[in-house]
């Protein structure tokens, strides 16, 4: 299994303001990756970061709105830059583990006034 | 082709009845096909997962049903509990899980007393 501490847990946030979101893992894994779920909703995949690459980004999200660092084996970080109000949501970490198995941290809720 | 679509939106369950939520994929590339269980303000969790060499798989009060040429999968849940009301969510991935998950829009479980 993978345990993964998220922070922040919450955020309130000012728009035009940026917030950087940390993930630990406590193993070593290769892939993770970055969702997004408004309340009630389901999971919206942003990027998959894989150490010692640059971060593969899904249709809709881009580089400049959302960089990714993922400087080694067991931590990743993703900006939301340039906030708006259409930002506010949760957004999630993931990483596979035993091969297959996706685990989730608890998720950073983001409001962003 | 890339997207999962999931039925009901929402499930009400006596306790002790079934439950049972559907899913439909287009992709046949799709290869592994997860189940997560979410509670509010917690990551989701893997709850049972099926490959397309077998039609059904038990876990406990948890049953996957597939059908590979209907491209359909089911969630089975016997025996529901008030503990069991959560929000279920289908996934799909290829390369037999070791890649991103496609995730169905959800389904909100309550189970009555």
């Known amino acids: 299994s993978a345990v993964i501490s998220q922070k922040p847990s919450r955020d309130i946030c000012q728009r035009g303001t940026s917030l950087t979101i940390q993930c630990q893992v406590d193993?070593?894994?290769?892939?993770m990756f970055w969702y997004r779920q408004q309340p009630g909703q389901s999971l919206t995949l942003i990027a998959t970061?894989?150490?010692?690459?640059?971060?593969?980004?899904e249709s809709g999200f881009v580089i400049d709105k959302f960089p990714i660092s993922r400087p080694n084996l067991t931590f990743s970080t993703l900006t939301v830059s340039n906030m708006s109000p259409e930002d506010s949501s949760i957004y999630l970490c993931?990483?596979?583990?035993?091969?297959?198995?996706?685990?989730f941290g608890q998720g950073t809720r983001l409001t962003v006034v | 082709q890339q997207q999962v679509k999931q039925s009901p939106q929402s499930l009400i369950v006596q306790k002790g009845g079934i439950s049972i939520i559907n899913c439909a994929y287009e992709?046949?590339?799709?290869?592994?096909f997860p189940w997560y269980q979410q509670f509010p303000g917690k990551g989701p969790a893997l709850l049972i997962a099926?490959?397309?060499?077998?039609s059904e798989k038990k876990e406990g009060r948890f049953t996957i049903s597939f059908n590979k040429s209907a491209k359909q999968f089911s969630l089975h849940i016997m025996d529901s509990q008030p503990g069991d009301s959560a929000t279920y969510f289908c996934?799909?991935?290829?390369?037999?899980?070791?890649?991103?998950?496609?995730f169905g829009a959800g389904t909100r479980l309550a189970v009555h007393p």
């Open positions: 992709n046949t590339a799709f290869d592994y």
């Open positions: 996934a799909a991935s290829m390369w037999g899980g070791y890649n991103k998950l496609i």
């Open positions: 099926i490959r397309p060499d077998v």
């Open positions: 970061a894989n150490q010692g690459s640059e971060a593969t980004y």
């Open positions: 993931s990483v596979l583990a035993q091969r297959t198995e996706a685990f």
């Open positions: 193993s070593q894994v290769t892939m």
